[in-house]
């Protein structure tokens, strides 16, 4: 008697899938192709790997897009770490570590931008995963955001963590109470048992195994309805992907209409 596939099985045969496709079409290696380091692939006059072309294209690859957005987009009541309608036509994904330089750029520059375009016109829902590439302190710091997230305060900290560059002892945790406390955190005894926790350690466990179940290499990396974007993009690839995303699912007018 045969026996079904499980879940984790199917997203990352799903997820090799992708990988080969994406390479085909060249739109990047898996999901993540940025470089955190002396080289600064994430460059706004060297965009690669960015998103692909346009509606127009393959059935099957967009089915392969599709099913890959289904089960990566969680679209979770409550989630503390999405920002957006449940319901938006289109899903950003970002795995993001908070020792890395790109992904700050990305929060700083790029995505109030989206925010204000895409998400407050209800076409945009945006789900941030924990995905740590710098070991202890990155894991910290995640622990410390999903920690924030558990008082309602996880993008208030998340942005205090991307203000900056912050390495190493900027992410003790006597420093990360501290960001908390500005960032309106308000029982601190709470988030500092929470973030030793061990619902803290699965939720960060979850969001690390599909990254590298879907082939994510480095950060930022970011899906789009299932399409890759990798690296630190200038604004205007994200807003191309997103109005593309939109148009697909029938939406086009009004993510090109938003202001």
Known sequence: MPVSASPTRKLAAVGAV????VAVIAIGIAVGTSVE????????DAPEAAASAGPQEDPAQQKMFDDLAKRTSRRADG?????????????LVEYADYQCS????????????????FVDAGTLRIEFRNFTV????????????WAAGQQGKFWQLHDALYAKTRKGAALAEDKLVDLARTS????LDKFRADLKSADAERALKKDQDEGYQLGVQSTPSFLVNGRPVAGAQPYEV??????????RAGHGSAAKGAK
């Open 134 to 145: 710098f070991g202890a302190d990155s894991e910290r710091a995640a622990r410390a955001s």
């Open 79 to 91: 989630d503390p770490l999405a920002i957006g309608k449940k319901d938006a036509p289109v899903v």
């Open 102 to 117: 790109f992904c700050g750029r990305f929060t700083r520059e790029t995505q109030p931008r989206l925010i204000k375009k």
């Open 184 to 187: 309106g955190v308000d029982d």
């Open 37 to 44: 380091g002396d080289r600064d692939t994430g460059r706004p």
């Open 238 to 247: 994200f807003a191309q992907a997103v109005e593309q995303a939109a148009e």
């Open 18 to 21: 992708i990988a080969l496709v």
